[in-house]
C-alpha cells in the first residue's frame, strides 16, 4: 500500500523553526516528486514546495522563499520541509504528496498523507 507519513509540526514562535518530514513508502521513491502543500482554516489549499526525486529540481512558492528549503533523502524514502523564520501566516495543516512532475498544482499528485498542523503564535 501506498503511504505518506507527515510528521514535525507542532507550536512554535513568530521567527521559529521547524523541519517536517514526509516518510514514503508503498511506490517507486525515486521516480516521482514530493510536493507540500498547505492548508489554513477558511482558505485553500496552497502549494508551499516541491522536489522532484529524479533530478532534484525544487521549486517554492513566493510566499516562502528565501524562508523554506526541501531536500530529499533516497535513501530513507524521505523528504524535508526545513521552515525558518516562520510567521504566523504560515500556520496551517500541512501535508506532503507524491506526483509525476514537480508542481504547485495539486491535479499532477497521485498521492496523499495525512496533515500535520503547524502554529506559528505572534
Known amino acids: 500500500d501506498v503511504q505518506l507519513q507527515a510528521f514535525g509540526g507542532g507550536l512554535v514562535q513568530a521567527g521559529g523553526s521547524l523541519r517536517l518530514s514526509c516518510a514514503a513508502s508503498?511506490?517507486?521513491?525515486?521516480?516521482?516528486?514530493i510536493g507540500w502543500f498547505r492548508q489554513a482554516p477558511g482558505k485553500g489549499r496552497e502549494g508551499v514546495s516541491c522536489i522532484s526525486n529524479s533530478d532534484f529540481s525544487t521549486n517554492y512558492a513566493d510566499s516562502v522563499k528565501g524562508r523554506f528549503s526541501i531536500s530529499t533523502d533516497r535513501a530513507k524514502n524521505t523528504v524535508y520541509l526545513q521552515m525558518n523564520s516562520l510567521k504566523p501566516e504560515d500556520a496551517a495543516v500541512y501535508y506532503c504528496?507524491?506526483?509525476?512532475?514537480?508542481?504547485?498544482?495539486?491535479?499532477?499528485?497521485?498521492?496523499w498523507g495525512q496533515g500535520t498542523q503547524v502554529t506559528v503564535s505572534s
Open positions: 508503498g511506490f517507486v521513491f525515486k521516480d516521482y516528486a
Open positions: 504528496a507524491a506526483g509525476w512532475i514537480c508542481s504547485g498544482s495539486d491535479y499532477v499528485y497521485d498521492y
